[in-house]
C-alpha cells in the first residue's frame, strides 16, 4: 500500500467508482487476494463457531471486505491529502498487493512528500483504534467480536508494517522526504529509502525463515511461498526505487550543452564551401540549412559532405549533402532536466535529429543517440 508517482497506463481492472477526481479501480488479481485470505480466515472462524457450516466462509468473507475496506480508506486518505496539497490523482486501485494511488507527478516538496505518505498508515492505526473500541461493546466470543479484533489486528500490522522506514512502503516516503528536506537532493533520499527497503525485505525473510530454523523449528511451505512473495515484493519495490533515483539525476543533469552539439547556419542558396567558412568561423562541426523564412529546414550530413572533393566544394549546393528536417523539428534549448528530455522525447518521433534554439537562433543540434546515451552514462 504506498503512493505512487504519474504512470502513463492505468490499472486494468473494474471502475467501482470515483473520488478526488480519479477512478477506484478494483483490478482482477484482488479477487485472488480475496480467495486466499478467505481461505485462511475460515479455520479461525471455524473453531470459533463450529456450528456455522458453511457459513464459515462467508463470516470470512466478510473479514476480506472489511480489509478491502481498510485497503481503500488508506488509499483515499493519500490522494485526498495529495489533492488538497495541489497534486493530481490518476486512479485509486485495489491490487492483489493492497493498493496504490497514482498521481500526476512527484510531489513538488518534503513535506507534501511526507504528508502524504503518513496518513495512509496513520488511517489504518485510526481504524484499528475503531475496531478495538467497538470489540469491546460486544461479546468477545461472538462472531462480531471475532471480526473486530481481526479488524483491529490487520489494520493495526498494516499500519505499523507501513511505517518501516523503507520504500516501497509509506515510511520510506517519510525516510526519502526527511533525507531530502536535510541535503536538499531527492535522489539522494529515494536512494537512501531504497536501501532502507532492501534491508526491510532482508530483515522479513530472515524473521519468518531464517531465525526459526535456527531455533529448530522448520517453517511450512504456506509460511515460505508466503515469506518469499512478501520479500520479492519489497526488494523489487526497493530496487525500483533506486534505480528510478538513479535515473531521475541523470535526467536532472541533461541540458542542451551536455547533449547537443554547437551549430552555425547557412541559407539554403549557400554552397558547401560557404558551409565550410561557416563552421571554421563559428568553431563547431555542425551546420544548419535555413529555409527562406528562417526555419531551420536540413542540416550538414558530415559524412557526405567529407566526401565531396575540395575542388567540387565551391560549387557544390549545400542542400545537396543535407538531411531534411521535418517541420517542429525544434526544441527550446533554455529547457533542461525532466522538460527537456521530454520536449526532445515528443520531436525525435518525427527526426532522430532536432535543432535546439535559443531565442530564435539557432545553438545546437541534438540526437536522440546522444541523449540516450547521456541517460545511460
Known amino acids: 500500500m504506498s503512493s505512487s508517482g504519474g504512470r502513463r497506463g492505468g490499472t486494468k481492472g473494474w471502475v467501482i467508482g470515483r473520488a478526488a477526481g480519479a477512478p477506484i479501480i478494483l483490478a482482477p488479481s484482488w479477487l485472488l487476494a480475496a480467495v486466499v485470505l478467505t481461505a485462511i480466515f475460515a479455520p479461525t472462524v471455524q473453531a470459533r463457531a463450529p456450528q456455522l457450516g458453511a ?45 496504490h494511488t497514482a498521481f500526476g507527478g512527484a510531489a513538488p516538496t518534503p513535506a507534501t512528500s511526507a504528508l502524504v505518505a503518513v496518513v495512509g498508515p496513520v488511517a489504518n492505526l485510526v481504524i484499528a483504534v475503531a475496531c478495538w473500541v467497538g470489540a469491546q461493546a460486544v461479546p468477545p466470543a461472538g462472531l462480531a467480536g471475532l471480526l473486530l479484533y481481526a479488524g483491529a489486528f490487520s489494520n493495526g500490522f498494516v499500519g505499523l508494517f507501513n511505517l518501516v522506514p523503507g520504500l516501497p512502503l509509506d515510511g520510506g516516503r517519510v525516510l526519502e522526504a526527511l533525507v531530502w528536506r536535510v541535503t536538499g537532493d531527492r535522489h539522494r533520499g529515494a536512494v537512501v529509502a531504497g536501501w532502507g527497503g532492501r534491508v526491510v525485505a532482508i530483515a522479513v525473510v530472515a524473521g519468518a525463515l531464517v531465525l526459526p530454523i535456527l531455533g529448530g523449528s522448520t517453517p511450512d511451505l504456506y509460511t515460505i511461498v508466503w515469506t518469499f512473495l512478501i520479500g520479492s515484493f519489497l526488494w523489487s519495490g526497493a530496487t525500483a ?51 527562406p523564412d528562417g526555419r531551420p529546414a536540413a542540416y550538414v550530413d558530415r559524412a557526405a559532405a567529407a ?32 522538460a527537456l528530455v521530454q520536449a526532445i522525447g515528443q520531436t525525435t518521433r518525427m527526426s532522430p535529429v532536432v535543432v535546439a534554439v535559443l531565442g530564435g537562433r539557432v545553438v545546437a543540434l541534438v540526437r536522440a543517440v546522444d541523449v540516450i546515451a547521456a541517460l545511460r552514462s
Open 307 to 338: 566526401a565531396v572533393a575540395p575542388e567540387h566544394r565551391a560549387s557544390t549546393p549545400v542542400v545537396a549533402v543535407s538531411v531534411v528536417l521535418p517541420v517542429g523539428a525544434v526544441v527550446d534549448a533554455s529547457l533542461e532536466g525532466a
Open 55 to 99: 457459513l464459515t466462509y462467508v463470516v470470512a468473507l466478510g473479514f476480506v471486505v472489511l480489509l478491502f475496506v481498510s485497503v481503500l480508506v488508506h488509499e483515499l486518505a493519500h490522494g485526498l491529502v495529495a489533492r488538497s496539497r495541489g497534486q493530481v490523482v490518476h486512479e485509486f486501485a485495489i491490487t492483489l498487493w493492497g493498493g
Open 241 to 291: 526505487a533506486i534505480t528510478g533515483a538513479r535515473t531521475g539525476r541523470a535526467v536532472t543533469a541533461i541540458t542542451v550543452a551536455a547533449v547537443g552539439l554547437p551549430a552555425t547556419v547557412v541559407e539554403a542558396h549557400a554552397t558547401l564551401a560557404d558551409a565550410d567558412r561557416a563552421r571554421g568561423a563559428a568553431g563547431v562541426d555542425d551546420v544548419v540549412v535555413l529555409a
